[in-house]
């Protein structure tokens, strides 16, 4: 009855607090997340957005209000917290009431003042807070009896009986490893691969779950499957994670918190009553395969009633780590389902399936056999020159045993009961084909494998759509790569090696934060570069992990993550918390790099990698990372009060700046070191140039662009900073030109052979680093917002409280549309030609503005409101700016 009264007030709630008004309060977000369970934080992030289309519309004031109770949100009360009206436009602030209490759902609500002053209320909105505390965990951590070789996965399994009404449950569960939860049968959610892999020994992720529609009155049962994942990595490969000081046996701890109707509360945890056994995942692999021997498969195993006379007792287990804490992030799971495109028969026993792209994820396969038939999953990027699955590009670091463990090869033995069905529950591969072979004939037709393309589940945030229909692939591929490279953490490739390598995802920051939602998985990340850092400040340049990194090369452009990541989800959120949380990390690592460098230079990294064939000389590339991130502390330290330590960074910025401008400038001719197009494009890129000289150095980064003949002559480095030197330096036609060159060696020749992700080498034919789902040449994606649909955030406004707009028209593209999910909504920028001018169309989302700067040769004509089509009055100052309120226009150009 609660519950349906519950819902008639939220309902009620709903409709009645908008009557006419045109100010809508939506997309209410604690910690970033709609609806978290298993807040841990003390004070949460609470943010909102306002919808309104009226020209000039904003926030003048807000209210927030939190209760445990929904029916005292909804009469406006909040006895946990009344924030009172705040005269504010801001959209985002802490909680700031009652201690929370743990185990316990909050209910909240937004009030917002128009520009009107007229006043409108959101629909309620909930959090729930988790554990906050090791100290509140009740069940032990367990495992079963073998050592970390044993191949076979464990199985655990407890019966209890509920005698009482329940009102809700929840299970509160923490692993080292993988694992699925079950309860009376059916898995709890649809996550994958959780918990997220992070630094087991320092730091341990739990998960909430919502479990009360699956429990029942009388007796339940609760099954964990366990898998080895990061934390016991059994398959050898050269980046020693078979070595990580964690590895063990996994081992799990759960709670599942029972509230009956009559207000009582009972736990049900892991202990030593728990059963354990195996079952039918035989072997299982993150970095390789999964093996399931479908005869061993104990059915029923985690449903009440099963005969568990034969299992065996578990023992206790060490904590891993007094670091346990929540998982609040975008989970990974099956997000899109992908139907073979072909299969061709080649014979009785073997079948070739194609996907038609290049994913990251899973196969799952229906199939009927006897007893006893060994089927093998070989999943690959390329075909061999006889049409056959080839995986020769991806194991090159591979170290195992390919016979009993080939590479991304899972292994199915039947039972002979029917059709049967599976598809591996702790490993991925990246992949277009699956080669399924088999020991016995099989038949099998196109629709017995299915794909999953699995990623962290981050919400779409821009789109891109193009006259050229060149932009509309390059971008999906893009994003492909990226998606297919994001598993709680950024990767390299989702195949060879599934790394976090540092310079890859800083490369491609932009591109992330413009088409995706990723700051919940960008905070884990972080997290783990913390739990990763030495105390002298040294980074490894894989995160996490199990020790291989900190070499000689784990230099500054390629751990400048520290330090770029947390500055840009400042910049695209307007959210300093993570910024915050880095600061002395950032300040740690940018006074190593000092002591190391009392010159101002460092030649600390691994320079251009991959490039086309130009060399560029590493110390100037290196210096100028180690430049930006001594600006961005510099920064930080402004932003956070810290004057002391803004007055020596800033200064430190100028010694390092001057210092790389001394040795590797030519002030006469503009030339960086040897010119190549890295060298000129990088000082441009992060504004290392001198203002005099700018112009200079930009005008000789075209030429030697234009003497290319628009290709590429670049590696990471230039990769990044070539389209942005050129496009924000008088240079946009350049640019674009370098962007859509469909012939080698450019991002557009891959489209051309039919790439659908971006790939690791410029050379077709190269015979290493030879990836074809690889996101380190990714910054292309950010550049299509920025250098065609002109979309800047603002460091002195930034999360787009005002929206930087300065886009180029380029002659030879007809039309473009750009749009970005920006905290306040969505932003357009679209433009097309029309006769000898532009048709420039824009949305700025409300409660927020923008600063549009007239291209070059361009002037305004006219202008109206793109929704009542009234006539506007746009003024123009002599820099070519034009202030615009939020709103739609429609804005001829000339």
């Known amino acids: 009855m609660r519950i349906i009264l519950t819902f008639l007030l939220l309902s009620f709630f709903s409709i009645h607090s908008w009557g006419q008004k045109t100010t809508l309060v939506e997309n209410l977000r604690c910690e970033h997340l709609e609806n978290p369970l298993g807040v841990d934080s003390p004070r949460p992030r609470l943010a909102w957005m306002l919808s309104d289309a009226e ?13 445990a109770d929904s029916a005292n949100v909804v009469k406006g009360t909040g006895d946990v917290w009344d924030s009172g009206r705040v005269a504010s436009d801001a959209i985002f602030t802490l909680y700031k009431g009652r201690n929370l209490k743990p185990f316990t759902k909050y209910f909240w609500a937004v009030t917002v003042w128009n520009q009107a002053n007229e006043k409108s209320t959101s629909t309620i909105a909930t959090f729930e807070t988790g554990m906050m505390g090791i100290e509140n965990w ?3 951590w367990i495992s079963d009896h073998s050592d970390k070789n044993e191949k076979a996965a464990p199985y655990f399994r407890k019966e209890f009986k509920t005698e009482k009404k329940i009102k809700s449950a929840r299970a509160y569960m923490v692993a080292a490893g993988l694992y699925e939860l079950y309860i009376n049968g059916e898995k709890v959610g649809n996550h994958r691969l959780d918990p997220m892999y992070t630094r087991f020994d320092r730091r341990n992720l739990y998960v909430t779950y919502y479990v009360t529609d699956q429990l029942q009155n009388g007796r339940n049962a609760i099954g964990v499957l366990l898998g080895n994942g990061w934390y016991n990595h059994q398959s050898l490969g050269v980046w020693d994670f078979h070595n990580a000081p964690w590895r063990n046996r996994p081992a799990f701890c759960l709670d599942l918190r029972i509230t009956y109707e009559d207000g009582s509360v009972e ?8 059963k354990t056994s195996n079952g039918g995942v035989v072997f299982n692999s993150i970095y390789t395969a999964e093996h399931y021997d479908a005869r061993k498969e104990q059915h029923g195993w985690n449903r009440p009633g099963f005969d568990d006379s034969k299992w065996h007792g578990v023992k206790y287990r060490a904590t891993p780590s007094q670091n346990i804490v929540s998982q609040l992030l975008h989970p990974i ?32 396969i229906r199939v009927t056999g006897d007893e006893g038939t060994i089927i093998k999953l070989k999943h690959t990027e390329r075909l061999s020159s006889d049409g056959r699955a080839d995986g020769s590009n991806i194991d090159v670091y591979y170290r195992g045993d390919k016979a009993t463990d080939p590479f991304q090869t899972d292994i199915f033995i039947l039972s002979g009961r029917g059709e049967e069905q599976f598809m591996p529950k702790f490993s991925y591969k990246g992949f277009r084909y699956v080669e399924v072979s088999s020991s016995h004939p099989i038949d099998l037709k196109r629709d017995n494998l299915t794909g999953y393309f699995m990623h ?41 090696e599934k790394n976090g390598w540092t310079g890859d995802a800083h490369f491609a920051i932009e591109t992330g934060l413009y088409n995706f939602d990723g700051i919940t998985i960008y905070e884990k990340w972080l997290a783990d570069h913390r739990d990763e850092q030495q105390p002298n400040g040294v980074l490894p340049d894989i995160i996490p992990t199990g020790g291989w990194g900190y070499g000689t090369d784990n230099g500054v452009d390629w751990t400048s993550t520290i330090a770029i990541i947390p500055w840009n989800i400042y910049l695209y959120y307007g959210d ?49 990372y180690y430049y930006v991130d001594t600006k961005i502390l510099a920064d930080a330290a402004k932003l956070f009060g810290k004057q002391d330590d803004y007055n020596h960074y800033s200064a430190l910025a100028q010694k390092i700046k001057r210092s790389i401008n001394t040795k590797y400038l030519n002030k006469e001719t503009g030339i960086y070191a040897n010119g190549t197009q ?23 980064l075209a030429k030697k662009v234009e003497e290319n003949g628009y290709h590429l002559d670049v590696g990471v480095h230039g990769a990044k900073a070539l389209l942005f030197a050129l496009s924000e330096n008088g240079h946009a036609e350049a640019a674009y030109k370098v962007a859509v060159q469909d012939e080698y060696p450019s991002w557009g020749w891959w489209i051309e052979n039919g790439a659908t992700t971006l790939l690791e080498n410029w050379d077709l034919e190269a015979e290493r680093d030879i990836s074809d789902n690889h996101m380190m040449f990714g910054a292309v994606g950010g550049w299509f917002y920025r250098g065609l649909g002109g979309i800047y955030p603002d460091e002195n406004k930034p999360g787009f409280k005002n929206v930087i707009l300065r886009p180029n028209f380029i002659s030879s593209l007809e039309n473009i549309k750009v749009t970005h999910q920006s905290p306040y909504g969505e932003i357009i920028s679209s433009w097309q030609h029309k006769g000898k001018g532009i048709d420039y169309t824009v949305t700025i989302p409300a409660n ?3 600063d549009f700067y007239v291209p070059a040769g361009y002037s305004i004509q006219k202008a109206s409101d793109a929704i009542s089509g009234k006539k506007i009055n746009l003024t123009v100052n002599e820099s070519g700016l034009c202030k615009l309120q939020a709103g739609s226009y429609i804005i001829e150009l000339k």
């Open 333 to 364: 799971r099956n997000v899109e389902e992908i139907v073979p495109q072909q299969m061709i028969k080649i014979n009785d026993t073997t079948y070739l399936y194609d996907l038609g792209r290049n994913i990251a994820g899973v196969s799952q």
């Open 138 to 140: 009740k069940g032990s």
């Open 456 to 496: 962290s589940d981050v919400p779409s945030a821009g789109t891109i759509e193009a006259s050229n229909p060149l932009i509309n692939k390059l971008w999906w591929a893009t994003n492909n790569s990226y998606l297919s490279n994001l598993f709680g953490y950024p990767t390299d490739c989702p195949q060879r």
């Open 678 to 700: 890295t060298e000129q494009s990088m000082p441009l890129m992060w504004d290392v140039v001198p203002a005099d000289m700018r112009q200079l150095v930009a005008d000789n």
């Open 267 to 274: 736990t049900i945890v892991s202990e030593r009553d728990w």
């Open 848 to 850: 927020s503005f923008a």
């Open 576 to 624: 300093s918390k993570l910024l915050a949380d880095c600061y002395h990390n950032i300040k740690r690592y940018v006074n190593y790099i000092d002591s190391r460098s009392p010159e101002g230079l460092t030649s600390w990294g691994r320079g251009d990698w991959v490039p086309v064939k130009s060399q560029s000389t590493k110390e100037l590339m290196s210096s100028i």
């Open 55 to 67: 020209s000039g519309a904003n926030q003048l004031a807000y209210q927030i209000v939190v209760s």
